[in-house]
């Protein structure tokens, strides 16, 4: 079954730093792979995919098929990133999406 | 544009009870998913309808949960028999496509928080 894994609950750093948000995935085929964010009261919307390899607020992820992870990077933490992130899967042709559990990042100041 | 919209915002109800949750897609979206979100946890695929249409129902439960879209656009989930595992946050999205279009973006609505007490 797929399955996605996000193994930090929290993750906190300070303004400037680089962060890595982990996303780990389990699926023999081809998946596609989803960043959504939450901030503070605010809905779920969808960050980036894998497939347009597009950098948005700053943040890229790149899918490692061998690793079978889909790691959320961003070289320079900003307080306004502090928020709820989620990665999502679906696979070619269905459509129901798994999500991981959720990394809440804090930016401090 | 006005976004994915749901109604009620919360809900509370006794257990054994029968709720409905309603759910506004963005006009002119064929495609709109329930999910349910418990404390803790990610959302959890419940429902997928194109169209008027279940696609993808295999999330749902058990047989006290059903949803229904009869013209394509408003749906809404029915709950029969509520028990207290089902309070969670219920959310609902719309995507202008099915999947495999980079038209697929998923928009989100506020979910709706259900309590059984």
């Known amino acids: 079954a797929q399955r996605v894994t996000q193994p930090e609950k929290l993750l906190s750093v300070f303004k400037g730093a680089p962060v890595e948000l982990k996303c780990n995935y389990s699926y023999s085929g081809s998946p596609e792979l989803f960043w959504y964010v939450q901030y503070s009261r605010q809905r779920l919307q969808l960050l980036l995919r894998?497939?347009s390899r597009e950098s948005i607020k700053g943040f890229t992820a790149d899918l490692n098929k061998g690793e079978t992870s889909f790691h959320l990077k961003k070289p320079f933490a900003q307080e306004e990133d502090s928020a709820m992130y989620y990665c999502a899967l679906t696979t070619s042709g269905t459509y129901k999406y798994i999500f991981g559990t959720g990394t809440r990042l804090k930016v401090l100041a | 544009g006005a976004g994915v919209s749901q109604t009620p915002s919360n809900k509370v109800t006794e257990k054994g009870k029968y709720v409905e949750l309603r759910c506004d897609p963005i006009s002119g979206h064929t495609a709109l998913y329930w999910y349910r979100q418990s404390l803790g946890q990610g959302p959890e695929f419940l429902i997928y309808?194109?169209?008027?249409?279940?696609?993808?129902d295999s999330g749902l439960p058990n047989d006290r949960f059903f949803a229904v879209r009869p013209e394509g656009s408003v749906s809404t989930l029915k709950i029969q028999r509520t028990e207290r595992g089902d309070s969670a946050v219920y959310l609902c999205a719309s995507s202008l496509t099915s999947s495999g279009s980079t038209t697929d973006t998923q928009y989100f609505g506020p979910g709706t928080r259900l309590t059984v007490l």
């Open positions: 894998h497939i």
């Open positions: 309808f194109q169209g008027t249409g279940a696609a993808d």
